[in-house]
């Protein structure tokens, strides 16, 4: 993948949420700037542009000068710590950005004679937050506005984005879907409740609030713990995936990692299997 750095904008006064932190609102157990920084964990650095938190993983912070100046000062602010030739700027409310629609926008902004890419949501519309640029024609044109205007506080977006050449990229309708209102927050966090892959966002929201880094086969443990609720009783299936992970960190203090996880659960599935046949449960 194209190297680059990553710009959150994580500022903004949120008058539709009622002057709410934002960046700092949860959407299926995680804030919604922890799952922007997901999306963007292999940037070279991180550069978070607003008030100082807790976060996922490290980040470099700034502030926009002055406060409240809006996205282009909030850009500008945060360009002053990079030095990638792509920047992906990102707004810091986007609950259901992927990897996947950042890859897409790296890629095209990487082809021809681009100045970047920016994606655009259902309607077509330009998402200029959602967007990977070339950072020598930022620069400039951040430059450029700054002394045309005598500052970028204040100033929209459109004048920066009208000035580059971009190519538009068409992702998943929910990558541009951002939480502007109460509204927004209570669909999003609904969405995630009905969407198929529940068992993933729950997982990984767990491990965030755990602070584990290792990836695990839920197959695997699901599997696991069917086999000890059929085989064995109902409460068996919590207490032996819990031993399957204590098991497996233990053994990943001599760096078994994944696989650790996954050799416990087979033995913990043939156990399981083993008790059946004992007893007579098919």
Same mark, same amino acid.
């Given at each position: 993948?194209?190297?680059?750095?990553?710009?959150?904008?994580?500022?903004?006064?949120?008058?539709?949420?009622?002057?709410?932190?934002? %960046?700092?609102?949860?959407?299926?157990?995680? +804030? !919604?700037?922890?799952?922007?920084?997901?999306?963007?964990?292999?940037?070279?650095?991180?550069?978070?542009?607003?008030?100082?938190?807790?976060?996922?993983?490290?980040?470099?912070?700034?502030?926009?000068? %002055?406060?409240?100046?809006?996205?282009?000062?909030?850009?500008?602010?945060?360009?002053?710590?990079?030095?990638?030739?792509?920047?992906?700027?990102?707004?810091?409310? !986007?609950?259901? =950005?992927?990897?996947?629609?950042?890859?897409?926008?790296?890629?095209? +902004?990487?082809?021809?004679?681009?100045?970047?890419?920016?994606?655009?949501?259902?309607?077509?519309?330009?998402?200029?937050?959602?967007?990977?640029?070339?950072?020598?024609?930022?620069?400039?044109?951040?430059?450029?506005?700054?002394?045309?205007?005598?500052? !970028?506080?204040?100033?929209? =977006?459109?004048?920066?984005?009208?000035? !580059?050449?971009?190519?538009?990229? +068409?992702?998943?309708?929910?990558?541009?879907?951002?939480?502007?209102?109460?509204?927004?927050?209570?669909?999003?966090?609904?969405?995630?409740?009905?969407?198929?892959?529940?068992?993933?966002?729950?997982?990984?929201?767990?491990?965030?609030?755990?602070?584990?880094?290792?990836?695990?086969?839920?197959?695997?443990? =699901?599997?696991?713990?069917?086999?000890?609720?059929?085989?064995?009783?109902?409460?068996?299936?919590?207490?032996?995936?819990?031993?399957?992970?204590?098991?497996?960190?233990?053994?990943?203090?001599?760096?078994?990692?994944?696989?650790?996880?996954?050799?416990?659960?087979?033995?913990?599935?043939?156990?399981?299997?083993?008790?059946?046949?004992?007893?007579?449960? %098919?």
């Amino acid at each position: 993948m194209t190297a680059y750095d990553a710009i959150v904008l994580a500022g903004g006064a949120a008058k539709r949420l009622g002057g709410a932190d934002k %960046p700092g609102l949860r959407v299926g157990g995680r +804030a !919604l700037l922890d799952r922007v920084l997901a999306a963007c964990s292999d940037a070279g650095t991180t550069v978070v542009v607003g008030g100082r938190r807790p976060t996922v993983r490290a980040v470099t912070w700034a502030r926009e000068e %002055p406060r409240g100046g809006g996205p282009l000062a909030a850009l500008g602010a945060g360009v002053r710590h990079t030095g990638a030739e792509h920047l992906l700027v990102l707004s810091a409310d !986007l609950p259901f =950005l992927g990897t996947e629609t950042v890859g897409s926008l790296l890629a095209a +902004a990487d082809r021809g004679d681009t100045e970047g890419a920016v994606c655009t949501d259902g309607d077509g519309r330009d998402q200029p937050l959602v967007a990977v640029y070339r950072a020598e024609p930022l620069r400039r044109e951040l430059a450029l506005l700054a002394a045309e205007h005598g500052g !970028l506080a204040g100033l929209p =977006l459109r004048l920066l984005t009208r000035e !580059l050449r971009l190519s538009r990229v +068409a992702a998943d309708p929910l990558a541009s879907f951002d939480c502007d209102t109460w509204e927004d927050i209570a669909s999003a966090r609904a969405r995630i409740r009905e969407h198929g892959s529940v068992l993933d966002e729950w997982i990984t929201a767990v491990k965030n609030e755990l602070a584990i880094e290792l990836d695990v086969d839920t197959a695997v443990l =699901l599997d696991l713990a069917r086999d000890a609720a059929h085989g064995v009783a109902r409460p068996a299936a919590p207490l032996t995936t819990f031993l399957v992970g204590y098991a497996a960190a233990k053994a990943s203090s001599d760096g078994g990692g994944a696989e650790a996880v996954a050799e416990a659960a087979r033995k913990a599935a043939a156990l399981a299997l083993r008790w059946a046949d004992e007893t007579g449960t %098919p």
